[in-house]
């Protein structure tokens, strides 16, 4: 108690969260107890281990002393004191009282819950024989068996005394296996699935060096655990095996450079050469230093917005309410979503290869107690219902974090250090240049020297919860625990008043350092706490089913009871972090449905508008293998409040994607900088400057370009929707018919498979038409139809032509359809009279609706309804112009 200089303060002032109450100050030997005048609010207790960083700030104009507490739970309050003595007196105290010698010296040896807990078994809620033997360990199989090799620690420092490994392998091929293994944490079984054979087991990193070491015990040990599930004379019955040897992986959780760059500390990573029928795949997931540096770009983001609310609110005393500051794009560029992303990759690989192709998985990263164990726990959540009721749960992170030897002591840095107190006092205006000089160097000191001792803290077991939580939230009925039970934990973890996430191993927890009782005597268990009557009852989830995990059910959705989460739903755990979603992931837009574009439509089942507008019983004929672009304009689109931010998602300009109501966009941007929320800290306009432009009619030409982000050129011309393609094809009609009549004496005679060639011809659409002949069909007959009129001539729209009436199955790119199609009266029926065989007139066919539902869409050229296929007979009628005739009697176009 001689660290409390002063024990209680009134008339303080406490802001948190944009408000200031005043209230009083008490310091006791574990907690400060802020109590606030009259009663208004719960008291407030702050544990001193959840201290993570105290600032001392000077004087205020005011002549207010503040003193500013940020804690582990994300939490932000500043003390202002009205005597500079008691803010001394109370930062002195803290830090004394916060920065433990030593971890007997925690809130943990000395609390004693009073009334005491109902059920005392949290240290010995898991048990490796019953949750193994639960996974049918000894009656499934009797491929593994239990080891005493580790029993009193000397084999493994940092592994659990009971290990099971394969019944075929000795203790002493274990001992030499062991040498090869960093901090001889050998391979061993962790989970066998509940349906096949196939297991998940974890090591650390092979200690192969710069001279490509091998061990012989280590890789026949791997080979036995890979082909457990084939051993006839090791398994109870004689039922079917489920395995196959050929997608057995060894997953190194870390990027190949960290992998390769151990090489040259001794260790490195496995050479498959060596391993046969398995193989090796790296996940990519940073070691705990790039974890630390992530989780610290987050916390400095939300400083930095309480520290702009607290300024606001003090310049603006009462004037605003509900204003969000929080940088959003800072919180993007912290890369921590993406971590848990990668997280998630790794634990569908091994989920799907466990569940699905019934292998082995091998998991190890460098020393195997971080990333592993991330791995390893998750991946067993989603394969195993159990896992996912609270007691299953407990069992889970008992099992893979704490027998597994995850380092919470040095992870959490529970003892905390001088460091984390930082004194920006202004010195007196008596004292010289040199007391401000040292004063400031000490300060340097104290900022870089702090990165030296936090070398070894990291969020790892923060990160498996919050990944948890990724799981929990895209599968809300398949968890018996809700959101605050994860909270609860993830405050237990730091506030040190639970034994449980006090130490690094199991073998500290059993053992102590030999003084004393070991501390799961002297210590109470967190599951004690969570598996009171009270708590459960407040930690159950209200929608939890546990039927939908039957593994028999043959319901439509059925999934066996095993969960395959998306990698790419991630979001901020607002909860945590005491934030609302949409002021942390931005406003939540629900992902719709719709068929998407990117880039030129290869083939029209690529094609969203024909695909829609086609039904399934009709066969699609084949499209150009590449569709010329327009080129860039101005567009307008309808329903896009900002064009430089929605550009991708554009109204439809198609009646068919119309009726889907795609006014919403398809994709869900969490960090968009200028959303036009509430929550972004910007000077944008919540209303959109176009808005008005929706109930303005828009020109042909800007319907035509509407959504030009969105839809291939060949989508929008191929939908029958934009008027202004009437005119094109007419002018295309009659440039073929003007050609058709003139054809050049040094015009080449065109043959059947220069029609191929003749759409290279073509230009993009808007660019000038080149000077080159374009080849038609039409060139073939033998004169040009009657009627041929002044092609640049305004069509006449009293009757529409054949060539406005335009299929979704034609392709407009190609020059075969710059045939002249005529007018509707001008097409004959074949005469019943007798064909002339020596006259053929190539320039009528039938039309083509009749040729679209020919089934020739194989043999014919993309989108040339010519009327003949390499199958079919010619189409041919009697020559309506018998002079054109005469003068050409074989139809072949020359004059």
Same mark, same amino acid.
């Given at each position: 108690?001689?660290?409390?200089?002063?024990?209680?303060?009134?008339?303080?002032?406490?802001?948190?969260?944009?408000?200031?109450?005043?209230?009083?100050?008490?310091?006791?030997?574990?907690?400060?107890?802020?109590?606030?005048?009259?009663?208004?609010?719960?008291?407030?207790?702050?544990?001193?281990?959840?201290?993570?960083?105290?600032?001392?700030?000077?004087?205020?104009?005011?002549?207010?002393?503040?003193?500013?507490?940020?804690? /582990?739970?994300?939490?932000?309050?500043?003390?202002?004191?009205?005597?500079?003595?008691?803010?001394?007196?109370?930062?002195? %105290?803290?830090?004394?009282?916060?920065?433990?010698?030593?971890?007997?010296?925690?809130?943990?040896?000395?609390?004693?819950?009073?009334?005491?807990?109902?059920?005392?078994?949290?240290?010995?809620?898991?048990?490796?024989?019953?949750?193994?033997?639960?996974?049918?360990?000894?009656t499934r199989t009797k491929a593994w068996r239990f080891t005493d090799i580790n029993k009193d620690y000397s084999f493994c420092p940092t592994y659990p005394a009971k290990l099971l490994v394969p019944t075929?392998?000795?203790?002493?091929?274990?001992?030499?296996?062991?040498?090869? /293994?960093?901090?001889?944490?050998?391979?061993?079984?962790?989970?066998?699935?509940?349906? *096949?054979?196939?297991?998940?087991?974890?090591?650390?990193?092979?200690?192969?060096?710069?001279?490509?070491?091998?061990?012989?015990?280590?890789?026949?040990?791997?080979?036995?655990?890979?082909?457990?599930?084939?051993?006839?004379?090791?398994?109870?019955?004689?039922?079917?095996?489920?395995?196959?040897?050929?997608?057995?992986?060894?997953?190194?959780?870390?990027?190949?450079?960290?992998?390769?760059?151990?090489?040259?500390?001794?260790?490195?990573?496995?050479?498959?050469?060596?391993?046969?029928?398995?193989?090796?795949?790296?996940?990519?997931?940073?070691?705990?230093?790039?974890?630390?540096?992530?989780?610290?770009?987050?916390?400095?983001?939300?400083?930095?917005?309480?520290?702009?609310?607290?300024?606001?609110?003090?310049?603006?005393?009462?004037?605003?309410?509900?204003?969000? @500051?929080?940088?959003?794009?800072?919180?993007?560029?912290?890369?921590?979503?993406?971590?848990?992303?990668?997280?998630?990759?790794?634990?569908?690989?091994?989920?799907?290869?466990?569940?699905?192709?019934?292998?082995?998985?091998?998991?190890?990263?460098?020393?195997?107690?971080?990333?592993?164990?991330?791995?390893? *726990?998750? *991946?067993?959540?989603?394969?195993?219902?159990?896992?996912?009721?609270?007691?299953?749960?407990?069992?889970?992170?008992?099992?893979?974090?704490?027998?597994?030897?995850?380092?919470?002591?040095?992870?959490?840095?529970?003892?905390?250090?001088?460091?984390?107190?930082?004194?920006?006092?202004?010195?007196?205006?008596?004292?010289?240049?040199?007391?401000?000089?040292?004063?400031?160097?000490?300060?340097?000191?104290?900022?870089?020297?702090?990165?030296?001792?936090?070398?070894?803290?990291?969020?790892?077991?923060?990160?498996?919860?919050?990944? @948890?939580?990724?799981?929990?939230?895209?599968?809300?009925?398949?968890?018996?625990?809700?959101?605050?039970?994860?909270?609860?934990?993830?405050?237990?973890?730091?506030?040190?008043?639970?034994?449980?996430?006090?130490?690094?191993?199991?073998?500290?927890?059993?053992?102590?350092?030999?003084?004393?009782?070991?501390?799961?005597?002297?210590?109470?268990?967190?599951?004690?706490?969570?598996?009171?009557? &009270?708590?459960?009852?407040?930690?159950?989830?209200?929608?939890?089913?546990?039927?939908?995990?039957?593994?028999?059910?043959?319901?439509?959705?059925?999934?066996?009871?095993?969960?395959?989460?998306?990698?790419?739903?991630?979001?901020?755990?607002?909860?945590?972090?005491?934030?609302?979603?949409?002021?942390?992931?931005?406003?939540?837009?629900?992902?719709?449905?719709?068929?998407? @574009?990117?880039?030129?439509?290869?083939?029209?089942?690529?094609?969203?508008?024909?695909?829609?507008?086609?039904?399934?019983?009709?066969?699609?004929?084949?499209?150009?293998?590449?569709?010329?672009?327009?080129?860039?304009?101005?567009?307008?689109?309808?329903?896009?409040?900002?064009?430089?931010?929605? &550009?991708?998602?554009?109204?439809?300009?198609?009646?068919?994607?119309?009726?889907?109501?795609?006014?919403?966009?398809?994709?869900?941007?969490?960090?968009?900088?200028?959303?036009?929320?509430?929550?972004?800290?910007?000077?944008?306009?919540?209303?959109?400057?176009?808005?008005?432009?929706?109930?303005?009619?828009?020109?042909?030409?800007?319907?035509?370009?509407?959504?030009?982000?969105?839809?291939?050129?060949?989508?929008?011309?191929?939908?029958?929707?934009?008027?202004?393609?009437?005119?094109?094809?007419?002018?295309?009609?009659?440039?073929?018919?003007?050609?058709?009549?003139?054809?050049?004496?040094?015009?080449?005679?065109?043959?059947?498979?220069?029609?191929?060639?003749?759409?290279?011809?073509?230009? &993009?659409?808007?660019?000038?038409?080149?000077?080159?002949?374009?080849?038609?069909?039409?060139?073939?007959?033998? &004169?040009?139809?009657?009627?041929?009129?002044?092609?640049?001539?305004?069509?006449?729209?009293?009757?529409?032509?054949?060539?406005?009436?335009?299929?979704?199955?034609?392709?407009?790119?190609?020059?075969?359809?710059?045939?002249?199609?005529? %007018?509707?009266?001008?097409?004959?029926?074949?005469?019943?009279?007798?064909?002339?065989?020596? @006259?053929?007139?190539?320039?009528?066919?039938?039309?083509?609706?009749?040729?679209?539902?020919?089934?020739?869409?194989?043999?014919?050229?993309?989108?040339?309804?010519?009327?003949?296929?390499?199958?079919?007979?010619?189409?041919?009628?009697?020559?309506?112009?018998?002079?054109?005739?005469?003068?050409?009697?074989?139809?072949?176009?020359?004059?």
């Amino acid at each position: 108690m001689d660290a409390i200089r002063v024990s209680k303060v009134e008339h303080v002032l406490c802001t948190k969260g944009g408000t200031t109450f005043s209230g009083t100050i008490h310091l006791t030997a574990h907690h400060l107890i802020f109590q606030y005048e009259g009663g208004k609010e719960k008291e407030m207790w702050i544990p001193y281990p959840l201290i993570s960083l105290v600032t001392r700030l000077p004087q205020t104009l005011q002549g207010q002393c503040p003193v500013t507490f940020h804690c /582990r739970n994300f939490e932000t309050l500043s003390l202002e004191f009205s005597a500079e003595s008691d803010a001394a007196d109370v930062f002195d %105290s803290v830090k004394e009282l916060t920065v433990a010698p030593s971890v007997y010296h925690l809130y943990a040896f000395f609390y004693s819950p009073n009334p005491p807990f109902p059920t005392q078994n949290g240290w010995s809620i898991y048990s490796p024989r019953e949750e193994f033997g639960r996974m049918g360990v000894g009656t499934r199989t009797k491929a593994w068996r239990f080891t005493d090799i580790n029993k009193d620690y000397s084999f493994c420092p940092t592994y659990p005394a009971k290990l099971l490994v394969p019944t075929k392998i000795s203790d002493t091929t274990l001992q030499y296996a062991g040498k090869y /293994r960093s901090k001889c944490r050998i391979p061993v079984l962790c989970y066998l699935h509940w349906s *096949s054979y196939a297991t998940i087991t974890r090591s650390s990193q092979p200690m192969v060096g710069i001279t490509q070491n091998r061990s012989i015990q280590d890789e026949k040990l791997i080979e036995t655990m890979f082909q457990s599930h084939f051993s006839p004379e090791s398994r109870v019955s004689n039922a079917v095996v489920y395995g196959a040897t050929t997608t057995n992986l060894v997953i190194d959780a870390r990027p190949t450079t960290n992998a390769m760059a151990n090489t040259a500390k001794g260790a490195g990573t496995e050479n498959m050469d060596h391993y046969k029928e398995a193989k090796k795949v790296y996940l990519g997931i940073d070691h705990i230093h790039t974890m630390r540096e992530s989780l610290g770009k987050v916390v400095d983001a939300l400083r930095e917005a309480d520290a702009l609310l607290a300024s606001i609110n003090n310049d603006l005393s009462g004037q605003i309410s509900g204003v969000s @500051v929080l940088d959003r794009g800072a919180l993007r560029r912290s890369g921590w979503l993406r971590h848990i992303s990668l997280i998630l990759e790794g634990t569908i690989l091994i989920t799907r290869n466990v569940h699905v192709n019934s292998s082995h998985v091998l998991i190890h990263c460098s020393d195997g107690w971080d990333r592993t164990s991330q791995l390893s *726990s998750l *991946s067993q959540l989603c394969l195993d219902p159990f896992y996912r009721t609270i007691k299953g749960f407990e069992i889970l992170i008992e099992k893979e974090w704490l027998s597994y030897g995850h380092k919470f002591l040095d992870r959490c840095g529970h003892l905390s250090s001088d460091k984390f107190f930082v004194s920006n006092t202004e010195t007196n205006g008596n004292s010289g240049g040199a007391d401000a000089a040292q004063a400031f160097l000490a300060s340097m000191q104290n900022r870089f020297a702090s990165q030296n001792h936090v070398k070894e803290t990291s969020p790892v077991f923060h990160q498996f919860l919050e990944t @948890v939580r990724q799981i929990q939230r895209q599968f809300p009925q398949r968890f018996e625990f809700n959101e605050r039970f994860l909270h609860q934990l993830y405050y237990h973890l730091y506030s040190c008043q639970f034994g449980t996430f006090l130490f690094n191993s199991e073998r500290e927890r059993r053992l102590g350092d030999g003084n004393g009782p070991p501390p799961c005597d002297r210590t109470v268990s967190v599951w004690d706490f969570f598996n009171l009557p &009270s708590e459960m009852e407040q930690n159950l989830n209200e929608l939890y089913d546990s039927s939908l995990d039957d593994p028999v059910s043959r319901i439509p959705g059925a999934d066996m009871g095993v969960l395959f989460p998306n990698p790419k739903d991630v979001r901020f755990w607002h909860e945590l972090y005491g934030r609302t979603d949409e002021e942390m992931n931005g406003r939540h837009i629900p992902v719709i449905v719709r068929p998407g @574009v990117v880039g030129p439509v290869e083939t029209v089942e690529d094609d969203p508008v024909n695909r829609i507008a086609t039904p399934s019983n009709i066969p699609l004929p084949p499209s150009p293998s590449k569709t010329p672009l327009p080129p860039p304009t101005q567009t307008f689109p309808r329903n896009v409040a900002n064009p430089l931010i929605e &550009s991708s998602d554009s109204s439809p300009s198609t009646p068919e994607l119309a009726s889907l109501n795609l006014g919403s966009p398809s994709v869900v941007e969490s960090f968009r900088p200028f959303l036009s929320t509430s929550s972004n800290f910007s000077m944008k306009p919540t209303s959109s400057p176009t808005s008005d432009l929706s109930s303005r009619p828009l020109t042909k030409a800007q319907e035509f370009f509407a959504g030009g982000g969105v839809k291939s050129v060949w989508g929008k011309l191929s939908s029958n929707a934009s008027a202004a393609f009437s005119v094109v094809q007419g002018a295309y009609d009659g440039v073929a018919r003007d050609l058709s009549t003139r054809p050049g004496p040094a015009s080449p005679l065109p043959s059947r498979t220069e029609e191929l060639s003749a759409r290279s011809n073509l230009t &993009s659409w808007g660019e000038e038409a080149p000077t080159v002949s374009v080849f038609s069909p039409s060139m073939l007959s033998s &004169s040009s139809p009657p009627g041929v009129r002044n092609p640049w001539a305004t069509v006449n729209s009293s009757k529409p032509s054949a060539s406005s009436l335009f299929s979704p199955y034609d392709n407009p790119w190609n020059s075969a359809q710059a045939q002249d199609l005529g %007018s509707e009266d001008e097409y004959k029926p074949p005469s019943p009279l007798p064909i002339d065989p020596t @006259v053929s007139d190539p320039s009528l066919r039938a039309p083509a609706n009749s040729i679209a539902r020919s089934n020739s869409s194989s043999s014919r050229l993309a989108g040339n309804f010519t009327g003949r296929s390499d199958g079919d007979s010619e189409l041919s009628t009697p020559s309506q112009n018998l002079s054109s005739a005469s003068t050409d009697p074989l139809g072949v176009g020359l004059a």
